[in-house]
Each structure stands twice: as C-alpha cells, then as structure tokens.
C-alpha cells in the first residue's frame, strides 16, 4: 500500500495542532512525576526541609535518558509548501525532557548517591566557550554517558542554542544561577531572582526549569538558598564530594589523576565545560572509570 507524502505529513502537523492547541505532551509512564520533574516554571513559596541528610541506601540507576521528541506547529488546511514542516518545528514550543522518578526518600540536598551501587554522577558547570562544550558533549556521546550540566543563565543569554543541543544528547540540565555569584552572602530575594532568572531560560528554551539547582561560589546550599530555591520549585540540589578543581587548568594527565584517585561508587564529580583541559582528560576519566568498575549516569539516574 503507497501512502501519499503530503497526507502523512499533513496529518502529522494536525496532531500538533491538537497539542499546541491546549492537549497535554505526556510520555509514557510519566504519571506522578510531576513535583520531582517540575515541567512549568512557577515560584511557589513555603518552608523548607532543613534536614538535607543524604540516605546511602537509594538503589542505584543506569544510563542516560533518552531526549524527548519535537512537536511541530501546525499549517493551515491545503497544499503542504516546500519547507513549512521545518518552519513549523522551529517556531513549535519545547518540549520537556522526560526524567525518571527519584527513589522515595531522596533528600533535599544531595552531595552523593548509593556508596553500595557501581554508579557516579559527571556533572558540569555549564558556561565559557561553546566549541569546547561541544567537543566533551561529543566525546561523552559516543561512550554513550550521559552528563550532567548545572547551566549559568548568562551563557545560555549567550549561547541560547545549548540548551537543546546538552539535552538531544542524551545529558541532563540543571540551574546554577543566573549570573554565576556568591549566592549565599546574598539577601533572600535577590538569591531568588538568581534563581529564578535562570529557570525562566531554561523554562523558555526547553519546556522545563529542570530537577537540580546547584548554589554558585558554594559546594553546598546554605539553609536560606535552599528555601529560595525551593520557593521557585526545585525541591532538590545537587551538591557534590569529588572537586579536582579543573577550573584551574591543570594538566589533562594531572586532572584525570585527581578524579580517579577520589571517586568511588555514588560520587557526584564537579566539572566545568569550557576548559581544554577537562575535554582532553574526559577519555582518560571515562576509560578509568570503566576500568574501576563504574559507571557514569545522569545525576537523575544516579537517585532513580
């Protein structure tokens, strides 16, 4: 049977239509994730669980999420003209990355996961130059890691294009303030616009404000950042227990021998894009890890 290119392609845009028209883009088995996968950006103010204790008893999760399709906007009823499908995906909202739910009891902070699992978590402070953040996306893709990149809103001002190239990847978004500050020595709402002002480029750019916030200048959330971060809707932040201090440039040799010589089942690793450094050590890491028995997972699948 020969199906006609312009009815399937027709078709496929009036669906969208349906969507964009106020249905809901729902994955399957996405049903009660919604306050661990916040999907809209929105402030939400209240008291926060100061107790932010790590439980080492989560089970551990494996692998990179998979990205999320794009839904196209919808043409008119008619002929399908040359490149309005391509049109149409350009100008169509985002839609959100799928994520999986987090184990029960996952605290508010976390600064490593289950020490008993082979799993660890690469996450990056996501700013500086895009070329090199691609060269280490790249490199982590075809190993088939999936990364984890806390994002400064400034570079995504910057480099707006990132967001959905980190995320198609199969790697993981989260907040690390807008402009990059010491968060903690801030007033409480001026630490919340800061927050705030990244999640609605994140919002903008990839339907979503993420699951993680990490506290800028800070290893961990101070009790007034965490109720702040929590007031524009992230309910977790990631901390983390491995630092090899790659934002000063040492060596790729010296660099891959500071995170293996710290790492261990669980870890959560603080990196940075945008350093040569960090690029050229990244094959070195992953083949260290390999040869450890570990495995690096989204910061998500790290708590799944």
């Not at 959100?96 to 996450?123: C, D, I, K, M, Q």
């Amino acid at each position: 049977m020969t199906v006609d290119r312009r009815t399937v392609l027709r078709t496929t845009v009036k669906l969208a239509a349906l969507a964009s028209a106020g249905g809901l883009l729902t994955a399957c088995g996405d049903t009660g994730r919604r306050r661990a996968d916040p999907g809209s950006f929105a402030v939400r103010p209240g008291p926060v669980d100061p107790s932010g204790t790590v439980d080492p008893a989560w089970p551990a999760g494996e692998g990179p999420a998979s990205p999320a399709p794009t839904a196209s906007a919808p043409p008119a009823d008619g002929p399908v003209p040359e490149g309005a499908a391509a049109r149409a995906a350009a100008t169509a909202p985002p839609v959100p990355p799928v994520l999986p739910p987090l184990a029960p009891g996952t605290p508010v902070e976390v600064a490593y996961g289950p020490r008993t699992g082979r799993n660890v978590a690469l996450t990056f402070h996501g700013s500086g130059d895009p070329a090199l953040a691609t060269a280490l996306l790249e490199t982590a893709e075809k190993r088939g890691v999936g990364l984890t990149v806390m994002v400064v809103g400034s570079w995504l001002d910057q480099q707006p294009q990132m967001a959905r190239r980190i995320l198609d990847g199969g790697h993981e978004l989260g907040n690390h303030t807008q402009n990059h500050q010491n968060i903690s020595a801030m007033a409480p709402d001026r630490a919340r616009d800061e927050i705030a002002q990244c999640a609605e480029r994140l919002q903008r750019l990839t339907g979503s404000i993420g699951r993680w916030f990490r506290p800028s200048a800070a290893q961990y959330a101070t009790p007034m950042v965490r109720e702040q971060a929590r007031a524009v809707g992230y309910e977790h932040v990631l901390a983390f227990d491995v630092d090899p201090r790659d934002y000063a440039d040492p060596t790729a040799a010296e660099l891959q021998r500071r995170v293996l010589a710290s790492v261990r089942g669980g870890s959560v690793v603080a990196l940075h894009l945008g350093h040569r450094c960090t690029v050229d050590a990244l094959p070195g890491i992953l083949d260290g890890l390999a040869k450890a028995g570990l495995a690096p997972v989204t910061a998500s699948r790290l708590c799944a």
